[in-house]
């Protein structure tokens, strides 16, 4: 029977049992006394399990010492209290099997010395066995875990919205083109043009930036409703906080109004941060330890505080008397940088601010125009030391106020009529947001780069793996 190395460490009171494990050789050390200490890792927790191998262990002379860091092993042997610090347990083998050898000791990547992140990236193929990496995995999947609890035990559904896509959401013109219309082998109509109906998709198509259109339609069925997969972005910025390929947690909510919104979001980033608090101790002291001083600290403090909430114009406000020297001038109309919302988060608020109302100019055309007719119902929440982690808004009902929208920014309607019919049949307030999922990841375990919370990342000239 094999056994996980977390059940195993996490069980008590079990010493003179036997039990088999299975995984890699993280460190090998001999003692003079004849005899070896295998850390041996599974990925199933941060720790790995010391393993001690004495002599009359049968392969013991011709395998056990030639086993380096990354061998693939299965051992069967006995639980013992342990005496070193650290573990209450160990096991002492009684039969070492070499499932996979490391061909080339010296030219494994992983060898157990401190790699920069950057080494760590130029083998992400390899780079789950570190300490880091599977830290960030696990702590990954805990808050994704998260959020589709923290979406089933209020009712929402889990929608399934399209990768490719006729419409550009954001408006940005940020799309990865999947297919072009076929210019040279399309019959001819009677007419003697190319007939465009015989291209595969009849349409161009791209890769979407965005579920939420598709999922504002299940909204207004369904109620309560969220998506969450990959999405895409050709934005040529290279960057700690941008990728071309990722993950965006979309929920959409009906019968509801801003206010709605940014409730659900503060309500959902506190439900996650305490989720991995209580799911992931050991890799949260981990990079509590070796990542980010704060790491824990800092969840901690929000789950017990209230987000501060500010109007786009009072945050302009704030921008501008505070007497910082910001690189991009500040003044109503501008779209917050990068080194703006750091501010705000950082050095005004020290905590999570939710920003309302944007001005309409600079948001996308679904969003909710303000009586003053100059700003949207818009949210974003920033974060400090990463910015903006979640952006939504209410969305436009009102069919005549989204069309006077679109038409301002030209935006052609023939690929949105579907989406205009929400307003015609049924319209009702309703509203989102969209949460940068490797943006919470960084923001949880302090990492500071996004391409090293993202399993394989794809960013301007990287697509190696
Ligand atoms: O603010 P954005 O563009 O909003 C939307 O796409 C809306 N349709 C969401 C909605 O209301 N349903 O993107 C949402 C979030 C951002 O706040 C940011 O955290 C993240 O997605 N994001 C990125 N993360 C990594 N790399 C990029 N290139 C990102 N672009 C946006
Ligand atoms: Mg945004």
């Not at 070896?36 to 002599?55: K, N, R």
């Not at 947690?249 to 989720?275: G, H, R, S, T």
Request: charged share 25%.
């Amino acid at each position: 029977q094999v056994e996980s190395i977390d059940t195993l460490l996490k069980s008590s009171q079990r010493e003179g049992d036997t039990t088999r494990v299975q995984g890699w050789i993280r460190t090998r050390r001999d003692s003079k006394a004849g005899l070896s200490f295998l850390a041996v890792h599974d990925g199933s927790c941060f720790d790995p399990i010391q393993v001690v191998v004495e002599s009359n262990v049968n392969n013991y002379q011709s395998e056990v010492l030639r086993l380096t860091t990354g061998c693939a092993v299965d051992i069967e042997g006995t639980i013992k209290a342990s005496e070193g610090k650290g573990q209450a347990i160990e096991l002492l083998a009684t039969s070492v099997t070499v499932v996979g050898w490391v061909e080339d000791p010296d030219t494994y990547p992983m060898s157990p010395k401190r790699h920069t992140m950057e080494h760590l990236r130029e083998h992400a193929h390899l780079r789950p066995r570190t300490n880091v990496s599977g830290a960030v995995a696990r702590v990954r999947n805990a808050i994704a875990q998260a959020i589709h609890r923290f979406f089933h035990e209020r009712g929402f559904n889990y929608i399934h919205t399209p990768i490719i896509t006729a419409s550009d959401c954001e408006g940005a013109g940020e799309m990865f083109r999947v297919s072009t219309l076929d210019q040279t082998n399309l019959p001819l109509t009677d007419k003697g043009e190319v007939d465009y109906s015989q291209d595969f998709f009849g349409e161009e198509t791209f890769l979407t930036v965005s579920g939420q259109l598709n999922v504002e339609s299940y909204c207004l069925a369904l109620s309560k409703v969220y998506t969450f997969g990959p999405t895409f972005r050709a934005e040529n910025s290279n960057t700690t906080r941008h990728l071309a390929e990722f993950w965006m947690v979309e929920p959409e909510i009906a019968f509801a109004d801003l206010a709605d919104c940014a409730n659900l979001a503060e309500e959902m980033l506190k439900y996650v941060f305490k989720a991995v608090l209580t799911e992931r101790p050991d890799d949260m002291a981990f990079f509590a330890e070796r990542i980010d001083k704060e790491a824990i600290s800092r969840l901690e403090n929000i789950i017990d505080n209230d987000f501060a909430r500010i109007n786009y114009c009072e945050a302009i406000e704030i921008l501008e008397k505070c007497g910082e020297k910001f690189e991009f001038p500040v003044s109503w109309g501008i779209d917050l940088a990068s080194e703006h919302e750091r501010y705000l988060a950082e050095k005004h608020f020290k905590k999570p601010v939710i920003v309302l109302n944007y001005p309409k100019d600079i948001k996308a055309f679904y969003m909710r125009v303000n009586d003053d007719g100059k700003t949207v119902a818009a949210m974003d929440i920033l974060a400090p030391g990463i910015g903006e982690i979640i952006g939504g808004s209410q969305r436009e009902e009102r069919l005549d106020k989204l069309d006077a929208r679109m038409d301002e920014m030209d935006i052609p309607k023939e690929h949105l009529d579907w989406y205009r019919d929400l307003r015609r049949y049924g319209t009702v307030p309703h509203g989102g947001f969209g949460l940068g999922f490797d943006r919470i990841v960084s923001y949880v375990t302090g990492m500071g780069n996004i391409r090293d919370v993202i399993p394989f990342p794809r960013t301007p000239r990287n697509v190696k793996f």
